[in-house]
């Protein structure tokens, strides 16, 4: 499986992850229609984002690929989550939130996790703000007027699982889907398809023009369904090589 390029948003909270190729990697955030809600994906599991990290330039930097899922926010309600290629990626751009700079790195624990929640410096601790609080204590036993700084590596490693944890991290059904390539067509004596040559990571086979299409409505090859008054048929997505280049 190839590094994922992009990601955005899909149907009913879902996350979709695409390689250079165009195959897909879909997140559900329930892994069958009645599922409990308290039983679902998380977030942070489908965005790879185990801080819950917002989309920006931090998170650009970091190497977030792309947005998924409204953060609560009362000053602005387009703010997204951000989305990580993998695991890894997402758990050092967290890790490096609270260390670069001077945004969190000399705060107490307690005063950082009113910052990371948003909290303005006004306003009362939100039930978040304790929750959080009592989730750090409770899986780290560290003293909560500690700043960041004082950490040593094995403690902050224990204050960034312990964010995951309270952040939510629970694994859901995700599939995987390899996009087909059309690579050649074979047209008929009146110059239209029939056939067309479509290859995956497993070998090329040639295909009828029906089956194509059903593949292509499904979203598993890489070409446009086009419905006119007269018939169905497929086009290459725009800026790809023409079906006529590829007669054979």
Not at 105 to 118: A, C, P, Q
Not at 199 to 206: H, I, L, M, Y
């Amino acid at each position: 499986m190839k590094k994922f390029t992009k990601a955005e948003e899909g149907p009913d909270k879902s996350v979709v992850y695409f390689d250079e190729d165009g195959n897909q990697l879909i997140r559900y955030w329930k892994s069958f229609p009645y599922q409990p809600v308290d039983e679902a994906s998380t977030r942070s599991w489908r965005n790879n984002n185990p801080g819950n990290l917002v989309m920006g330039t931090f998170a650009r930097q970091k190497g977030a690929i792309g947005e998924a899922g409204l953060v609560p926010n009362k000053k602005n309600k387009k703010l997204k989550f951000a989305v990580f290629p993998d695991y890894a990626a997402g758990r050092e751009a967290q890790a490096a939130r609270l260390k670069e700079g001077d945004v969190y790195i000399d705060l107490t624990l307690n005063e950082f996790v009113r910052k990371y929640t948003g909290v303005e410096k006004e306003d009362p601790d939100t039930q978040e703000v304790i929750n959080y609080r009592k989730a750090i204590k409770f899986f780290t036993k560290f003293d909560l007027n500690r700043t960041i700084r004082s950490l040593n590596d094995d403690e902050y490693e224990k204050l960034l699982d312990a964010m995951m944890k309270h952040e939510g991290w629970r694994v859901g059904r995700e599939e995987y889907k390899e996009i087909k390539k059309i690579v050649a067509v074979h047209v008929n004596a009146k110059h239209v398809i029939a056939e067309l040559l479509v290859s995956t990571s497993a070998g090329a086979e040639w295909i009828q023009k029906s089956e194509a299409i059903i593949l292509a409505e499904a979203g598993f090859l890489d070409a446009i369904v086009v419905h006119s008054k007269k018939a169905i048929y497929l086009r290459p997505k725009f800026h790809h090589i023409p079906f006529s280049q590829m007669a054979c």
